[in-house]
């Protein structure tokens, strides 16, 4: 991948957790599998699944058919640090930009996080002060905040990322109407960062901005 080096990032934080969950599937199957054939197979239906991901992206086919070659953990780690240049960060987001997208919330700033900006597909953190969860998502190529109530931590499902994991409900006071507002939302991780690990397609993420956003 050297080669191209010049190349403006392409790989969002979702399809990199794809192709990370792919690989380590791959690694996964050489442990325990012996058979040549069916290896083979499930390397070549890795391989297609990640080049699906990038259609208009044919000439990097090369690059990553470097996956039909992993067979460890150290080749997985190798293939998956070389893709670390072609990684989309998520957008700097500064405490002004939260005061515009959150003109409500007096005193609102972004809290510390020890974050990877190309790790995430989304900020979400928990105001102790306002008893709130706020979360900025790039959608449709513009910053946008949603806010909500969360509450009453289970185990469950989250609409964001589909994982498994403590979850809490949050709702968002939607406008339906001239007048009149509604409640909506969902289940969601009460850890934004182990969701963010979790997340392999935007389409549930999507789903979720369509529900409560005004």
């Given at each position: 991948m050297n080669s191209h080096m010049n190349i403006k990032p392409f790989i969002r934080s979702d399809?990199?957790?794809?192709?990370?969950?792919?690989?380590?599937?791959?690694?996964?199957?050489?442990?325990?599998?012996?058979?040549?054939?069916?290896?083979?197979?499930?390397?070549?239906?890795?391989?297609?699944?990640?080049i699906n991901l990038f259609p208009e992206y044919d000439h990097y086919r090369e690059s990553f058919e470097k996956i039909l070659e992993i067979k460890s953990d150290i080749q997985a780690t190798h293939f998956l640090d070389e893709l670390g240049p072609y990684r989309i960060p998520f957008r700097t987001v500064s405490d002004k930009t939260i005061e515009k997208l959150f003109p409500k919330a007096k005193k609102l700033k972004l809290p510390p996080m020890e974050l990877d900006l190309k790790e995430v597909s989304y900020l979400g953190w928990y105001d102790m002060r306002s008893e709130r969860k706020y979360l900025v998502f790039d959608y449709n190529g513009k910053l946008l905040g949603i806010n909500g109530t969360f509450r009453n931590t289970t185990k469950g499902i989250c609409s964001l990322c589909n994982g498994h994991e403590e979850v809490g409900l949050f709702m968002a006071n939607v406008k339906s109407g001239k007048e009149t507002y509604t409640n909506r939302g969902n289940y969601i991780c009460n850890d934004s960062q182990k969701c963010n690990?979790?997340?392999?397609?935007?389409?549930?993420?999507?789903?979720?901005?369509?529900?409560?956003?005004?």
């Open positions: 399809q990199y957790n794809f192709i990370k969950f792919q690989v380590k599937h791959l690694v996964q199957s050489f442990s325990t599998i012996k058979d040549q054939d069916v290896l083979k197979a499930i390397a070549y239906s890795s391989l297609d699944k990640v690990e979790n997340i392999k397609t935007l389409d549930k993420l999507y789903q979720f901005i369509e529900i409560v956003k005004s």
